[in-house]
């Protein structure tokens, strides 16, 4: 009979376990709430630091009037005479038994004769809720935080479910970020690339990192700012950051600058420019195996 009744109970429309959600221990006719997820969106300072975040959530919530039970003050809910509060009804056809929701109490195993006027025998109502949500140093970008029961009020007095606030990242006009990671690109004047110095960098916390810059510096190479990177959750520790260079060519020139441009150039241009030297000559070679 247990065989047939799991291969028909949920095709006949039934809920086994006579209305009840087991998996929480509810009462005949309660049900756990649903789970709602809510996204939020921080800035990358935020995530570094940790930050606390007040949101707003529609949904329901348990009615106050009745506390849920759904039915009018000074009354309660009844066991329901059809299914004995089973929630389902059994019928015998043939050599099968189909169990199928009861269709006085549409399976919740209970009846109210005098429904709460707030609710409508819903025992919940709809309206928003204020929550505040503290985000934790160094969360990342499709992080969920999970807060317990803040999700929809059960149906008759069942339990919440759970809010799942789904946390996304701003983009920053400075820095990207590859796990606890920072990337920054930094422009630099050719005369401080062929030259060397010392520039300063922003950091994530808002302070500057000194950055030497070997004579000859060429557009792409990275320098790694040990510790200065995101911070990471649940720990004191902290990622790097790194600085990406680009030679930035000068533009606006004044004649005098054009003069001395053109001065450098006429010497020997390729005697300072290696890479550019190499290259060529891999051309001159390609063209003389293509014509040979």
């Known amino acids: 009979s247990d065989i047939f009744e799991e291969m028909f109970g949920d095709i006949m429309g039934g809920q086994r376990g006579g209305g009840q959600q087991r998996g929480y221990g509810g009462k005949p006719g309660s049900a756990r709430g649903s789970d709602l997820q809510y996204g939020i969106e921080i800035s990358l300072e935020e995530s570094f630091k940790g930050t606390e975040k007040t949101i707003k959530v529609p949904t329901f919530s348990q009615c106050e ?15 329901c005479p059809t299914c004995q509060g089973q929630g389902r009804v059994r019928a015998q056809q043939g050599f099968f038994t189909i169990e199928r929701g009861c269709p006085t109490c549409g399976g919740v195993g209970q009846t109210i004769r005098e429904k709460c006027t707030a609710c409508g025998g819903a025992g919940r109502v709809r309206k928003e809720k ?20 803040e999700g929809e009020a059960g149906a008759n007095g069942g339990p919440a479910g759970d809010l799942y606030v789904l946390v996304n990242l701003k983009g920053h006009k400075l820095f990207t970020r590859e ?8 422009p630099i004047a050719m005369s401080n690339a062929a030259l060397g110095g010392t520039i300063e ?14 004579p000859g510096t060429q557009t792409g190479q990275q320098f790694r700012l040990k510790g200065k990177g995101m ?19 000068p533009v606006h020139l004044s004649k005098k600058q054009q003069d001395l441009l053109k001065e450098f150039a006429g010497k020997d241009p390729q ?9 060529f000559k891999k051309v001159k070679e390609f063209w003389g195996d293509l014509t040979g």
């Open 201 to 214: 960098v922003p950091t994530i916390e808002g302070g500057r990192a000194e950055v030497k810059l070997p």
């Open 130 to 149: 204020t929550l505040k949500v503290n985000i934790p140093s160094g969360i990342e970008h499709g992080r969920r935080i999970r807060l317990a029961n």
């Open 179 to 186: 796990g606890a990671d920072l990337h920054c690109r930094v």
């Open 65 to 79: 009037v009745c506390t849920g039970t759904g039915a009018k003050a000074g009354t309660k809910p009844e066991t």
């Open 231 to 249: 911070s990471m959750m649940r720990s004191t520790a902290r990622g790097d950051m790194y600085i990406e260079l680009f030679v930035e060519t």
């Open 271 to 279: 005697a300072n420019s290696p890479e550019s030297q190499g290259f």
